[in-house]
């Protein structure tokens, strides 16, 4: 008996290719940035371009439309890796896990860091094609149990990797990807700016100990027993500076020899 929908197969083989493309369009921008570092190895090529994964799927669970996933993710990638380069620039530094610390500020000083942006003419390209991906036609065969057990893996997996849970300590370890730590600059251009800022973010201690109750009595036993001392006026110094970054803008020290 001949099938009732002929048209079956050659869904599903589309929606496969356009899953199939849709993904691999992911791994477009870093490679085409040279954001997989600089020694062209495959272990970095894919720590790169698989923390990209877990938003294309969380977008293609929401949307069912593989193209807009794609551009909504390489709008982030163009946002960080923007980022990357203005702070590489500005204090030849790439983006560190201790830049979260900052993401608040965004909102009580936007022109602080607004004056950097330069928006490249790429995103304009890409917010033309978020546009264009309204009308991509929604993928037939993601069903509304599919797109749930996506949606649920895709946040799993960022939360997992937000957390610092296995296995990705392990998988951006120093001995799986050897990535500098001590000079962050050239760690980001040899190992690709995600690879090292995850490397740090998932292997270094976040978390201050608790304070030793004890050892704090005991220094500030010892400070009161010692004596009193006095130093000469020509001892002290002429000025003290007390600095913090919240009070001046970085930018301003571009050019300065240190």
């Given amino acids: 008996m001949p099938d009732a929908n002929p048209a079956t197969p050659r869904i599903g083989l589309r929606t496969f290719w356009r899953l199939v493309i849709g993904a691999a369009a992911i791994a477009v921008m870093p490679v085409a940035t040279g954001e997989t570092g600089t ?10 371009i698989l923390p990209w994964c877990l938003p294309w799927l969380l977008f293609l669970a929401l949307l069912r439309r593989p193209f807009a996933a794609t551009v909504l993710t390489a709008l982030i990638q163009i946002g960080v890796y923007a980022a990357n380069a203005i702070k590489l620039e500005q204090l030849g530094l790439p983006i560190l896990p201790a ?3 900052a993401l608040h500020n965004l909102w009580h000083a936007p022109t602080l860091f607004l004056r950097y942006v330069d928006v ?3 995103f304009w390209g890409l917010l033309l094609c978020l546009l264009l991906a309204w009308f991509e036609s929604p993928l037939a065969g993601l069903t509304t149990r599919a797109r ?8 799993a997996l960022i939360t997992s990797l937000g957390a610092r849970l296995p296995p990705w300590p392990a998988l951006y370890g ?8 001590w000079l962050p600059a050239d760690g980001a251009r040899e190992a690709g700016a995600i690879a090292q800022f995850l490397h740090l973010y998932l292997t270094t201690q976040q978390e201050l100990r608790e304070l030793d109750q004890g050892a704090l009595l005991a220094a500030k036993n010892w400070l009161a027993a010692r004596p009193e001392t006095t130093h000469p006026a020509d001892d002290l110094p002429d000025i003290v500076v007390i600095q913090s970054e919240s009070f001046f803008d970085p930018g301003d020290l571009v050019g300065v020899d240190t």
């Fill in 120 to 122: 490249h003419p790429a």
């Fill in 148 to 155: 749930t057990l996506t949606a649920v893996i895709a946040v």
């Fill in 39 to 48: 020694r062209h190895e495959w272990v970095l090529v894919l720590a790169n």
């Fill in 99 to 101: 830049d979260l610390a």
């Fill in 174 to 181: 120093r001995q799986q990807l050897g990535i500098p730590v």
